[in-house]
């Protein structure tokens, strides 16, 4: 959303995936150079050193020489780090409530974000307390809340629900974290940041990404129907109403051009599915098995790996499945020759409804017979980094949940490719709609057209509107 371009091109195909160099799966946020700013106990580690494209922040900086503040929050370091990118402040919350940053920003932590964080952390504070329904009865109408297969969280599967234990029970983050107080965490520094860093208070353009992830962590907990998620929704709601009413009295909304959107939608629990008729939705660690069952194809193939290589398939991740190229040449065959003998072994598995060699993608796409292969194969040909992807890209059918979690995400089918994507300023009058479907990859081009910026050559373009 913030370099306008797709995975393929910023490098940011998953949470994690394989680094080849370093031989070990990495985080999307790795950057070993980050260390542990002064007053704070976390950050190590963490910064912006994977993401390949220029951000808004960053192109924002280059224009206006540094003279523009740029700021990333986010419950997850993730949301905050990527969608600043290099710009001026990237704070988050860590495993212990408490919002912080790494040595890539900053070498010391802000005396406010200290503030924020003394006595106790943020997040720590809304630990004991109870979520129940903010809405009215109609807003919750036709959700069932005591559903059999939800977990139970804080003793129960209903609202109203205890979120953690009451102080002098360790505070529980990742309570809060599943909880719409996580809402509230991101908020409070957000007033803060806007305050004490005087975003907006001059002619020079300012940058604040803010990283709402209340509903994702809601949505995978407890499935995307559920009153949860609805409470979740509502609140949202509420918090934008706050953001809105707050950044008007600071700045004057004339003078703030938004736009809000989601990086992914979600498909329902397999649970759900099963009952709207798809007979095949369940939950597993669908590419692990594709990781086991590609690797005992090329040992049935190629005989044992020659010591000291044990396994000729080194990972499975969202990104597809990694070959071990030196096992491979060991045994005296090519890593093509691995990729086609598992596509084909694997083009009869009944859960994959795609699977194709890494460099057989560009020309499938080109041959793709109906709009539905071209759309679904584009999506994949977005997501796939030519160096980061795996040998082997791989796509389960839908209703196919490859996590632990209740419900999840991550697939290029529609459920959990449909967001919104809303803009506000004064380049958009009133009442504006895109006709066509657009990416979110479109909100650089909207924000960058307000403040007069130009985007590298192949960013989503701004949105045909009328
Ligand atoms: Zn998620």
Request: aromatic share 6%; glycine share 8%.
């Amino acid at each position: 959303m913030s370099t306008g371009v797709a995975p393929s091109a910023h490098g940011i195909i998953g949470n994690n995936w394989f680094d080849r160099d370093l031989n070990k799966s990495i985080y999307s946020c790795f950057d070993p150079a980050a260390k542990t700013p002064e007053g704070a106990t976390s950050g190590k580690e963490l910064g912006p050193a994977q993401l390949l494209a220029p951000t808004l922040a960053e192109l924002l900086e280059r224009a206006t020489k540094g003279a523009s503040k740029t700021i990333g929050v986010g419950w997850k370091d993730r949301a905050a780090i990527l969608m600043l990118g290099r710009g001026d402040l990237a704070l988050w919350v860590d495993g212990e409530g408490a919002l912080t940053s790494s040595t890539h920003y900053v070498a010391k932590l802000p005396e406010w974000v200290q503030a924020l964080n003394a006595p106790i952390p943020p997040a720590a504070r809304y630990s004991g307390r109870t979520w129940d329904r903010c809405g009215e009865d109609a807003a919750y109408a036709g959700l069932v809340d005591e559903r059999s297969f939800e977990p139970v969280h804080g003793g129960t599967r209903t609202l109203p629900r205890p979120v953690g234990k009451p102080a002098p029970a360790k505070p529980d983050i990742s309570a809060v974290c599943n909880s719409p107080f996580a809402l509230d965490v991101v908020q409070d520094c957000v007033e803060a940041a806007i305050t004490a860093e005087h975003l907006g208070a001059d002619a020079t353009p300012d940058f604040l990404a803010i990283g709402f992830s209340a509903v994702d962590f809601i949505g995978h907990a407890f499935d995307p129907g559920s009153v949860e998620v609805r409470d979740a929704i509502l609140r949202m709601d509420q918090v934008l109403a706050r953001l809105l009413e707050f950044l008007d009295q600071r700045i004057g909304l004339e003078h703030c051009c938004i736009v809000l959107s989601s990086d992914h939608g979600i498909t329902p629990a397999p649970e759900v599915l099963r009952a709207q008729g798809n007979a095949q939705a369940a939950r597993g660690q669908f590419t692990e098995a594709l990781a086991r069952f590609a690797n005992h194809t090329l040992v049935t193939a190629f005989g044992e790996p020659k010591p000291p290589h044990k396994r000729f398939v080194i990972d499975g991740t969202a990104g597809g499945i990694i070959l071990d190229v030196g096992a491979i040449a060991a045994s005296g065959r090519t890593r093509r020759e691995a990729s086609t003998l598992v596509v084909d072994a694997a083009k009869s598995l009944p859960p994959l409804a795609l699977v194709i060699a890494k460099e057989d993608l560009p020309a499938a796409l080109a041959n793709a017979g109906s709009p539905a292969a071209k759309d679904l194969l584009s999506a994949v040909s977005h997501a796939t980094h030519p160096t980061r992807a795996g040998d082997v890209l791989h796509l389960f059918q839908q209703g196919l949940n490859d996590s632990t979690s209740l419900a999840t995400h991550g697939s290029p089918w529609p459920r959990d490719r449909a967001v919104p994507l809303f803009a506000r300023g004064a380049l958009f009058e009133k009442g504006l709609l895109c006709p066509t479907k657009v990416s979110p990859a479109s909100a650089a081009a909207l924000l960058a057209a307000s403040c007069g910026l130009s985007l590298p050559t192949g960013t989503a373009p701004l949105p045909p509107l009328r």
